[in-house]
Every structure is written in structure tokens, then in C-alpha cells.
């Protein structure tokens, strides 16, 4: 993975509106790793960035998810909005997360890919709380 200083542009400038937002947001890069979530997101997740720091999309879909209906993680690779955002198109998905306490909910999640001169650089990922899994 590159080093912040060898980052895309547009991912630094991305990092910087997700910042200052107070919908939870995180920026993934190229393959889909978690480069940074902002503090909305943290508080929802129930742990920090800074205490986590980035992490492979491997390491995130083990953690936190999205799950299926029976609680297996989905590949990234399967999710039909990873699918939407590398072909340069919005995604929109509800699914289940796991927070840092391993409480489960679903959650509403929206992505924007981040095109830049040399095309597909990433994306934005918003989300927020849609209920509580029961059982």
C-alpha cells in the first residue's frame, strides 16, 4: 500500500471533507482497503481510527463485516457495491455490521468512487444506523 506521502490527491483531499462531516464516512482506496473513517464513524463502530489505523478490506469484512444473514462474512469482492464503485458508478446497499463491542446492526451504507486523472482512485463510503439485529 502506498505511504500517505504517495497517496492520490484525491484520496488526501477526500480524507480532508470526510474530516469535517458528521455523517460516518470512511475513504477506501484502489483495492478497497479502509484508509480512514472519521469520527462519526468511530463512535458508531465503537472504536477510533487512531486506534485502529488502516486496515486491508480482508482484515475490515473479518471484523466488521458486511455479513450475511447467517453471520459470514461477505468477500468484498461479492458485494455488489464494490462491484459499482470500480466500475466508476454509485453504490447504495443495508447490511449487517459488527461494532469494536460485537454488537450487531444494520446499516444503510452509500459509496462514491473517487475518479481522478488516472481513473479509479477509491471511494467514499457513508453509512448510518438502520436498526439492531435481534438474537
Known amino acids: 500500500m502506498a505511504s500517505p506521502a504517495q497517496r492520490p490527491l484525491e484520496l488526501i483531499l477526500a ?3 470526510i474530516t469535517s462531516l458528521s455523517t460516518p464516512a470512511m475513504l477506501v482506496n484502489q483495492a478497497g482497503d479502509v484508509v480512514f473513517y472519521n469520527d462519526a464513524a ?3 463502530l465503537g472504536v477510533s481510527f487512531e486506534e485502529t489505523g488502516t486496515r486491508s478490506a480482508a482484515e475490515w469484512v473479518e471484523r466488521h463485516g458486511p ?3 447467517d453471520g459470514r462474512p461477505i468477500p468484498i469482492e461479492r458485494q455488489p457495491r464494490t ?3 470500480r466500475a466508476n ?3 447504495h446497499a443495508q447490511h449487517r455490521i459488527r461494532t469494536g463491542s460485537d454488537t450487531e446492526f444494520e446499516i444503510e451504507v452509500s ?3 473517487i475518479i481522478g486523472n488516472d481513473g479509479f482512485q477509491g471511494a467514499i463510503v457513508f453509512f448510518w444506523r438502520a436498526r439492531e439485529v435481534q438474537g
Open 15 to 17: 480524507r480532508n471533507l
Open 42 to 44: 468511530g463512535a458508531l
Open 67 to 69: 455479513f450475511d444473514a
Open 83 to 85: 462491484q459499482a464503485l
Open 89 to 91: 458508478r454509485p453504490g
Open 111 to 113: 459509496g462514491v468512487p
